[in-house]
């Protein structure tokens, strides 16, 4: 499974890492914000994105938006601090597959990516 991971925060990405190679995901490509992921997007391949809500330059929900325009299969999980219900109701408007309310253990990632990709296969067991 290969991964397009998006925070502006390089400990967060750090973090978020850990947790997909507890899942046996180790193909994870980096962006520190939503125009340089847009970038990666573009220029290669990807099974899920998962996307932090706050970030410079390009926020989580354009990004979701540009990416939804290019792709309206690919699974996108949002990230984010807050789970504020007009927040999230914007967000599935524009077609996020999924959200994660900061911090999130390796066992909710896990739920969500089996519920989205059906990977039980991909993943070592916790």
Do not use: H
Request: glycine share 4%; with cysteine.
């Amino acid at each position: 499974m290969k991964v397009l991971l998006v925070d502006d925060s390089g400990t967060m990405r750090t973090i978020q890492k850990r947790c997909l190679s507890k899942l046996g995901i180790e193909d994870v490509t980096e962006a520190e914000d939503g125009v340089q992921a847009l970038e990666i997007y573009n220029s290669g391949t990807f099974d899920i994105v998962l996307s932090d809500w706050n970030m410079p330059n390009m926020d989580g929900l354009q990004l979701l938006k540009e990416i939804r325009l290019l792709n309206k299969e690919i699974p996108i999980i949002m990230i984010t601090t807050e789970a504020e219900r007009a927040r999230v109701v914007t967000a599935i408007q524009a077609g996020v597959s999924d959200y994660l309310v900061k911090p999130f253990t390796p066992d909710s990632l896990k739920s969500k990516l089996e519920r989205l990709t059906c990977i039980k296969k991909l993943y070592q067991p916790l």
